[in-house]
C-alpha cells in the first residue's frame, strides 16, 4: 500500500512539474517578480507608519494565521476506481492514508512557515514580540496544522453517524482558540494548547480507527475537487484536458436566449449560444479577458494607448474563441442531424460577431470614461468595429475552413 | 427498398472491418443486426449513419446516397446511440427543440407527438431539468423520444433494451410497430435475441465483419436444419463454427 502511494506521488509530481514549467514560464516569472516586488515595496511602507499597541493589530494576525492554517489539503491522490479495486484491502488502506497525510504536510507546512516568515516583522513592531514569542507561535501554528490534516485523515473514516471530524466549525473552531490565546495571551500557552489538541486526535484516532470504514466516495469526490482545482489554476495558463468546465442553468439568461428564433437555419446558433452562456469553460474566459481588459484601460489615458490595447484585447478573445466551434464534434447528432457545415459555420460566425461587439462596446465605453477625449474615442470605436468585422467574418471562417480541410 | 447496403468495405483505418457487406432494409419492415461484440454491428451502423466512408460498395436511402445530398439523406434518418450523448448545457424542452429545428419539423405539431412521448415515458415533468445528469435508462428514454419525434424513414436503434425498465423496453416496441405501420423501417442491433425473434421480421446476422447469414426466422432455420428452432440457438451454432 505504501508502494502504491510513492507510485501514485511520483506520477503525480512528475505531471505537476509538467505543467509548473508550463505555468512559470519567463513572462510570467517576469510578472511575478515585479508583482511581489511592488507588494513588498509596499508592506514595508505600511510597517514604517505601524506602532505598537494597535487594538486591531492582533485581530489581523489572528484572521491571516487562521486564514493560512487551513491553506493546504489532505491529498489522498485516491481514485475513483479504487472503491472498486482496493475495496477487499480496506485496513491496508490505513498505511496509505498515513502516508498521504505526511506527504500532504510539506506543502503545508512550507506555506505556514512562509507566511510566519512575511508577518514576522508586522508581529515584532505592532505587538513588539521578542523572537522568542515569534518561535513559539511558529510551533504553534506547525501544531495546530498537524491537528488539522489529522482531523481530515479520521475523516477518511467513517466517524459515527453523519458527523465529520473535520466540519469546517470545527477545523475554525480549533485554529481560533489556539491562535487567539496566542495572540491575546502568550505563545507558550498555545504551544501546549496545540499539543495537547495534536495528541487527544492522536489518542482518539488511534482506538477508532480500526472499527471504523472507509468514507471511499466522499473521499473520492473531495480528492476530485482537490484535484479539479489545481487544475483550473493551470488551465489559466496552458490548456488542461481534465478540466472540462461546468455547466450553470442561469436562467436568468433564459430571456435572452429566447429571442433566438427555432428555425431550421438557426439550429446551431441556438446550441452554441446556450453552450456558450451556460458553460463556464469559455464563457468564464470571455469575462475574464474583458474585466481585465477594462480595469487596464481604466488606468490609461493618451492618445493611442487605449486605441492599441482595445484592439489588443477583442484580437485576444477572438483567437481564444476559435476551438468552440469543435466544441461538438464528438457529439454523433451534430454529425447525423441533416445540417450543413455551412450553417453551422455561419451560426458560428454571428455567434463570435455578438460576442466580439459586446466586449468591443464595454472597452470602448471605459475607453470613452477615462480620456475626454473626441478624437481616441473615435479612432477606438472605428478601429474596434473594423477588427471585430475582420476577426469574425473574414479571419474565423478562412482560419475553420482551412482547418476543416486539413483534417479531410 | 428504405435502406440498400451493397458490397460495403469499411472500417475506423485502413483495415477494413467490415469485409464486402451487403443487406437490406425494406419499407415497414423491422430487421434485426445481430452479432457477437466486435463482429462488425457498430461500424456498419456507423457507415450508415454517415460517420464513417466506406472504402468500396454503396449505401442508399430510399435511392439516395450520401454523396449525393447528404442532407437529404441525413432527413430520413434518426438514430438512437448505444450509449445516450446528450448536449450537457441543454434541457429535454431544449433538445426537444434542436431536433424539431435539426429536422425542420412543424413547432406545433411536433409539439403534439412529443407531449404524448413525454407521457408514455415518464419525462413530462422533467422538461426544464439537464437530461446531462439523468441515470442511464432516463437517457436512453431521452434518446428515444428525439429519435420518434422526427417523421424519419429510417430508425437506427443500437441495442435499445439494455438499461430501460421492462415497462419502457414494451413501450419503445409499441412505438417502432406504429410506424412500422406508416411505413417506415427499422434496423435494430441486438443481442436480446428473444426479444428480437419476437418482433423483428427478418435478421441479418454478422460475424467478423460478413454477413453470415440473412433472411427470416423460418429462412434461417431451413438454413441450419440442425442447429435448432430460437434463434439463439441459430445465433450459437453459428459462433460455435468459429470457436471448433
Redesign the interface.
Known sequence: MIGLFQQRRQRHLREMAKYLRLVFNDFFVFALLFFLGGLGLGYSNVLKQLTTGLWWAPLVALVVLAITAQVGRFATLIEDADRVFLLPKERAMHDYFVVARRYSQWLAQATQLILLFILTPFLRVTLDWSLAQVAGLVVTQVLLKDTLLRLDLASAYQVTGQRRMNHWTVKWGVSLIILAVALWLTPYVAIGLSLVADIAVIVWFQQHWEHQQIRWREQIAIEDNRMLGIYRFFNLFTDVPMVKGT?R?RRYLDGLLRRIP???D??YL??YS??ML??TEFSGLVVRLTVIGMLLLAFIQGQWLPVVLTALFIYLIGFQLLPFFQQ?DD???T??????WDQRLGSFVTLVTGILTTTAILLWLVVVAVNHNLVTAGITLVVAAVEVGYLARIYTPQRLKRAAKNKG | MALTVSHVVGGYSQIPVLKDISFDVRDGELVGLIGLNGAGKSTTINHIIGLLTPHKGEITINGVTIAQDSQAYKQQIAYIPETPVLYQELTLREHLEMTMMAYDLDQEKAWVTAHELLKTFRLDNKLDWFPANFSKGMKQKVMIVCAFLTQAKLFIIDEPFLGLDPLAVNDLLNLIEQRKQRGASILMSTHVLDTAQRYCDRFVLLHSGQVETEGTLSELQAALPEAGESLNDIYLSMTKVDRA
Open positions: 455547466i442553468r427555432v428555425r431550421h438557426k439550429t441556438y446550441l446556450r453552450g451556460r458553460g461538438y457529439i454523433v447528432f454529425h447525423v442531424y441533416p445540417l450543413t
